[in-house]
């Protein structure tokens, strides 16, 4: 149970250290040992029921010193971030390969959109939206390199594009997958989950998030993989690993692409 009352500080040892973001307490009812969660704008520290929040923010205070080391770390990686998202300015991530995209004016087109073409990414435009006043349009339409359009996490265009492609590729490589593995899934969901590459229901769904089109193809054929395995084995357990790795034999290389990669993925730029 989420309590904002029991909000709490970690006070620094010394002078001149930036101050710790506040301390949220929460109490399970099914967890079983304490633990520590660092986001960018506070610390949740939680544990079972039976544990009060006075020793929860006690436990908080013990581990001071690796929380203030790993909010360290996570503003590093935010840092990080932020520099390669402005080197990459002008791109798309599709099929782990940074896109440039191009400008392409289309007189008269009511909705702008984004599209594949063979040279990268075109966006197409109504001239008019991007002049001022009822200054008139160039007639020649060309691709140029862009200008006019930088990419905004969240916005419809951008996610529409990625959809359309998810629609078409990701449904493609989980028939292709479903055929060649003895399990059964009962049907297929594409979904904008936050945290998760995918999930498999107890009723058999098979739920893929459509950023995996970001990811290198044989990163797709892992997480269709991983998932379609859930169907047998509906947990993490040595035989579940051992059946992935059946299908799958590049497991740990996998793993570590996505680990090293998954923020700029689910950072959408």
């Not at 301390?23 to 660092?38: A, C, N, S, W």
């Not at 436990?59 to 001071?64: D, G, H, I, M, V």
């Not at 008269?108 to 435009?125: A, F, S």
Request: with cysteine; hydrophobic share 35%.
């Amino acid at each position: 149970m989420n309590d904002p009352g029991n909000s709490k500080q970690i006070q620094t040892s010394g002078s001149g250290e930036e101050a710790l973001p506040p301390v949220t307490v929460v109490q399970r009812k099914r967890q079983r040992t304490m633990r520590i969660r660092v986001k960018d704008d506070a610390i949740i520290v939680s544990g079972p029921a039976s544990v009060s929040k006075r020793r929860l923010l006690q436990f908080a205070e013990e581990k001071r010193d690796w929380i203030r080391s790993a909010c360290l770390r996570r503003r590093e990686k935010v840092l990080k971030l932020e520099k390669k998202k402005e080197e990459t300015q002008g791109t798309l991530l599709l099929r782990g390969q940074r896109m440039h995209i191009y400008d392409f004016p289309v007189p008269g087109l009511r909705k702008p959109t984004l599209q594949e073409h063979e040279h990268g990414i075109v966006y197409r435009y109504n001239p008019r939206d991007h002049l001022p006043g009822k200054a008139i349009p160039p007639a020649a339409s060309q691709l140029i390199q862009s200008s006019l359009f930088i990419p905004q996490p969240g916005t419809d265009l951008v996610h529409d594009f990625y959809r359309r492609i998810a629609k078409r590729e990701l449904a493609g490589k989980f028939h292709f997958w479903s055929e060649r593995l003895p399990f059964t899934p009962s049907r297929l969901s594409i979904r904008n989950q936050r945290t998760k590459w995918g999930s498999c229901s107890s009723k058999g769904t098979i739920s893929l998030n459509w950023r995996l089109v970001k990811c290198p193809p044989s990163i797709m054929d892992y997480i269709i993989i991983h998932e379609l395995c859930h169907l047998r084995h509906f947990n993490h357990s040595r035989a579940f690993w051992d059946t992935v790795r059946q299908y799958y034999p590049e497991v740990g290389e996998a793993k570590q692409w996505i680990r090293k990669n998954s923020e700029e993925i689910f950072a959408d730029f």
